[in-house]
């Protein structure tokens, strides 16, 4: 399978995220998808454009290539991703979730 075919979909379910990960489980990326279920931001954990690692790039809906460069994590956002690596190393079972209903993951 090429790098594209495993990239995470632009489009998903409202409010959820899905999550990439290696042969060896590391987490690579981790998208969030609006409540339209088109992806507002990544996470890259795997690689730093100088932007640090992690970092984000969020998506523009309203330009013909969407996602954007990378940008360096605010701090509210290292929080955030904090906090939901903890939950999930209690609940790995939630690696895809949803985000209004955690107890719901995606396929």
Known sequence: ??????????KGQPNSWLEKRDDSQDLLQRRYYGTDG????NIDYSHDHGAGC???????????HPRQSHRPLTPEEREIQAR???????????????????EKSNP
């Open 1 to 10: 399978m090429s790098p594209r075919e495993r990239d995470l979909p632009a």
């Open 38 to 41: 088109r992806a507002q931001i």
């Open 54 to 64: 992690p970092h984000a790039h969020d998506w523009n809906w309203e330009l013909k």
């Open 84 to 102: 939901l690596d903890n939950i999930l190393s209690l609940n790995p079972g939630l690696s895809n979730g949803n985000l209004q209903n955690p």
